[in-house]
């Protein structure tokens, strides 16, 4: 069972960039694609962006522009680079499989993203 553990939030202001990681115990590898997601106060949880086995991305329209989606198969680890951030990126971003894929894993415990001035 691949558990997934995601960290790099923290507080920024409002232009600033965030780094966020996604270490898989197990292999990720080339087995499935993968994806971030984010739940804004008071909203449902959505996908922010995604990355197949092969390296193709997605990034949702709230991001596009300004997030980028990577992974490291040898590492077992998926990041996402945050660019001009805005308040309302401010959420707990999550990583897992995306919808298209028939497996989803167990969901950590997130990391909490502020943009505030």
């Known amino acids: 069972q691949v558990q997934v553990e995601e960290s790099g939030g923290g507080s920024v202001q409002p232009g600033g960039s965030l780094r966020l990681s996604c270490q898989a115990t197990?292999?990720?590898?080339?087995?499935?694609?993968m994806a971030w997601y984010r739940r804004r106060p008071g909203k449902q949880r959505e996908e922010v962006a995604a990355?197949?086995?092969?390296?193709?991305?997605y990034i949702a329209d709230s991001g596009r522009g300004r997030f980028t989606i990577s992974r490291d198969n040898r590492e077992n680890t998926l990041y996402l680079q945050m660019n001009s951030l805005k308040p309302e990126d401010t959420a707990v971003y999550y990583c897992?499989?995306?919808?298209?894929?028939?497996?989803?894993?167990?969901w950590g415990q997130g990391t909490q993203v502020t943009v505030s001035s």
């Open positions: 897992n499989t995306p919808p298209s894929v028939p497996v989803l894993l167990s």
């Open positions: 197990g292999r990720i590898g080339n087995i499935y694609a």
């Open positions: 990355i197949t086995n092969a390296g193709a991305t």
